[in-house]
């Protein structure tokens, strides 16, 4: 069993900074990746960014490339993202997430935190 847990939610003014964890315990030998995922009120869930776990290599969604970072510890067990110059459209609840293979969908999930962006 998995259990992936954010922290690090909270409100924040525009061009203001936040830093999100997620700690992953349980079976995460068998993650290929880890990211982060956001969902607004009344819109989709929506990829945010993803990193995967043995080179290291990440991905970003346009909107937010520039302006937040991804990255694991060595064990790959954490999970942060770093998000700067943050806009009241980052506004969302964020969801960590794993999958276990290149090809496979995000399978696990945390419970989520919120961020608030005032302008």
């Known amino acids: 069993q998995v259990h992936l847990v954010e922290t690090g939610g909270g409100l924040v003014q525009a061009g203001g900074s936040l830093s999100l964890s997620c700690a992953a315990s349980g079976r995460t030998f068998s993650f290929y990746a880890m990211g982060w995922f956001r969902q607004a009120p009344g819109k989709e869930r929506e990829f945010v960014a993803g990193?995967?776990?043995?080179?290291?290599?990440?991905g970003y969604a346009d909107f937010v490339k520039g302006r937040f970072t991804i990255s694991r510890d060595n064990v790959g067990d954490t999970v942060r993202l770093r998000m700067n110059r943050l806009e009241p459209e980052d506004t969302a609840v964020y969801f960590c997430?794993?999958?276990?293979?290149?090809?496979?969908?995000?399978?696990?999930w945390g419970q989520g935190t919120q961020v608030t962006v005032s302008s």
């Open positions: 997430a794993a999958k276990v293979a290149k090809t496979a969908t995000w399978s696990e």
């Open positions: 990193i995967v776990r043995g080179p290291g290599s990440a």
